[in-house]
T-cell receptor, first 114, second 111 residues
Framework: DAGITQSPRHKVTETGTPVTLRCHQT?????MYWYRQDPGHGLRLIHY???????DKGEVSDGYSVSRSKTEDFLLTLESATSSQTSVYFC?????????????FGEGSWLTVV | EDQVTQSPEALRLQEGESSSLNCSYT??????LFWYRQDPGKGPEFLFT???AGEEKEKERLKATLTKKESFLHITAPKPEDSATYLC????????????FGKGTKLTVNP
């Protein structure tokens, strides 16, 4: 198993509150990603990071922010949670730099916004 | 825009009944095509990466193939434990390493 730990694994929060999901890796991989998975949409990229303090937006980044202050940690923040952000969130990591890389996923964080 | 379409959406097989899952894609300059398996309540589990047309990879009862427009995941003599959702994703050129996913095929293998 790739060394990826997501926390919390399950959370219920109220509309309008801020929420932070954490992804921690022990592989020292350069790239880290946050995806969300919803029925009928598959996995969609929210934000990704290509190094410490280097981040960029994915296709569904509105309402989300990220930070990466250390190689091993990538935080996803919902600044003011909405019901449309109820989803399963997956962190992924990649050993980019190698010519042929593999992208590994964590076990997911289930978020319910009520 | 890069697109990935998987078919069928769902597939039911009897144990031992071989079949194939399809992943068709449109991307300029494919860097890699990925197959993942996902069990309910779990994260995607990496299976294969294919990089060029004609490439094939195998793992137990699974064999993935790649052409310039699509990939197939062949399942030979499946067992109930092969039941899962199979996800296909493509990686486009550039430095981000990010993936574009299809919606998956849910495979059920009945004993």
């Amino acid at each position: 198993d790739a060394g990826i730990t997501q926390s919390p694994r399950h959370k219920v929060t109220e509309t309008g509150t801020p929420v932070t999901l954490r992804c921690h890796q022990t592989e020292n991989h350069r790239y880290m990603y946050w995806y969300r998975q919803d029925p009928g949409h598959g996995l969609r990229l929210i934000h990704y990071s290509y190094g410490v303090k280097d981040t960029d937006k994915g296709e569904v980044s509105d309402g989300y922010s990220v930070s990466r202050s250390k190689t091993e940690d990538f935080l996803l923040t919902l600044e003011s949670a909405t019901s449309s952000q109820t989803s399963v969130y997956f962190c992924a990591i990649s050993d980019a730099g190698a010519r042929r890389n593999t992208i590994y996923f964590g076990e997911g964080s289930w978020l319910t916004v009520v | 825009e890069d697109q990935v379409t998987q078919s069928p959406e769902a597939l039911r097989l009897q144990e031992g009944e071989s079949s194939s899952l399809n992943c068709s894609y449109t991307v300029s300059g494919l860097r890699g095509l990925f197959w993942y398996r996902q069990d309910p309540g779990k994260g995607p589990e990496f299976l294969f990466t294919l990089y060029s047309a004609g490439e094939e990879k195998e793992k137990e009862r699974l064999k993935a193939t790649l052409t310039k427009k699509e990939s197939f995941l062949h399942i030979t003599a499946p067992k109930p434990e092969d039941s899962a959702t199979y996800l296909c994703a493509v990686q486009a050129p550039g430095g981000s390493e990010k993936l574009v996913f299809g919606k998956g095929t849910k495979l059920t293998v009945n004993p």
